[in-house]
């Protein structure tokens, strides 16, 4: 890997904060605006009923899913524990991911694949490029 740059960290810190900014969006307009977070998991749960996944098991996740998404979103954000968060992030991805499969929701499947692109990079590059806010306030 090459050394880091002054733009190759701005651009992961970018990268970073665009991610972090759409999960803690995606988990903020679920939990507190439209029909919140119950109107969600509900939804969710009715979209996901072809399915053979149980119902209160639909419905526990989505409850469950805006709360990590806005809390990752949070984290990266912040920049704090990020490669946890990324790793914590991966696995939201995957849990999503098997049930549009699961669904036969090719097009929000193809998505989410971007979605774990974008991760890959953020953890991949993680090393030498993320600073630490201390790092940022110094102008290391």
Same mark, same amino acid.
């Given at each position: 890997m090459q050394p880091p740059t002054t733009e190759r960290q701005h651009a992961y810190l970018l990268l970073r904060l665009f *991610?972090? !900014?759409d999960f803690f969006m995606h988990g903020f307009a679920r939990i507190f605006t439209?029909?919140?977070l119950g109107g969600f998991a509900e939804s969710m749960a009715r979209s996901m009923a072809t399915t053979p996944?149980? @119902?209160?098991?639909l419905l526990a996740t989505g409850y469950a899913i805006p709360c990590v998404e806005l809390f990752l979103g949070t984290l990266l954000l912040l920049g704090l524990w *990020?490669?946890? @968060?990324?790793?914590? @992030?991966? !696995?939201l991805m995957f849990v999503l991911l098997f049930?549009?499969?699961l669904k036969q929701d090719w097009t929000t499947a193809g998505t989410?694949?971007?979605?774990a692109a974008v991760l890959f990079a953020l953890l991949y590059l993680r090393e030498g490029q993320d600073r630490s806010w201390r790092a940022l306030v110094r102008g290391a």
């Open positions: *991610t972090g !900014l439209g029909s919140h996944l149980p @119902a209160r098991l *990020t490669r946890a @968060a990324l790793m914590l @992030a991966f !696995l049930g549009v499969t989410q694949l971007v979605y």
